[in-house]
């Protein structure tokens, strides 16, 4: 029953913006901590930036600076805005929750997102 629905994604220029949007829905208990994910053509997923129920928010050194992740709790969703795009920054953005939910009648302690494109070109 739970999901998560990224949307936002899309394709721009160099030096461009996006917001970066993710809601989560259905049997949810409780959610700790919500995060971005990425990835990039031939390469591993990776962390982009997470966020606790308290607002902490922790974002890796490729994208400080110009990323920033912030969520409404009252919503259950999780943001991404990203500025000064560069090509590198081109994958699909997975959202992730991590906290308890249902799914099918049996607990899960995590829950991903089917991901969204971002594509940053001349």
């Known amino acids: 029953q739970v999901q998560l629905v990224e949307s936002g994604g899309g394709s721009v220029q160099p030096g461009g913006s996006l917001r970066l949007s993710c809601a989560a829905s259905?049997?949810?208990?409780?959610?700790?901590?919500m995060g971005w994910y990425r990835q990039a053509p031939g390469k591993q997923r990776e962390l982009v930036a997470h966020?606790?129920?308290?607002?902490?928010?922790n974002v890796v050194d490729s994208v400080l600076g110009r990323f920033t992740i912030s969520r409404d709790n009252a919503k259950n969703t999780v943001y991404l805005q990203m500025n000064s795009l560069k090509p590198e920054d081109t994958a699909v953005y997975y959202c992730?929750?991590?906290?308890?939910?249902?799914?099918?009648?049996?607990?899960?302690?995590?829950?991903w997102g089917q991901g969204t494109l971002v594509t940053v070109s001349s």
């Open positions: 992730k929750a991590d906290g308890l939910f249902e799914n099918a009648g049996r607990r899960r302690f995590e829950v």
């Open positions: 259905g049997s949810i208990i409780s959610i700790n901590v």
């Open positions: 966020i606790t129920s308290g607002g902490n928010t």
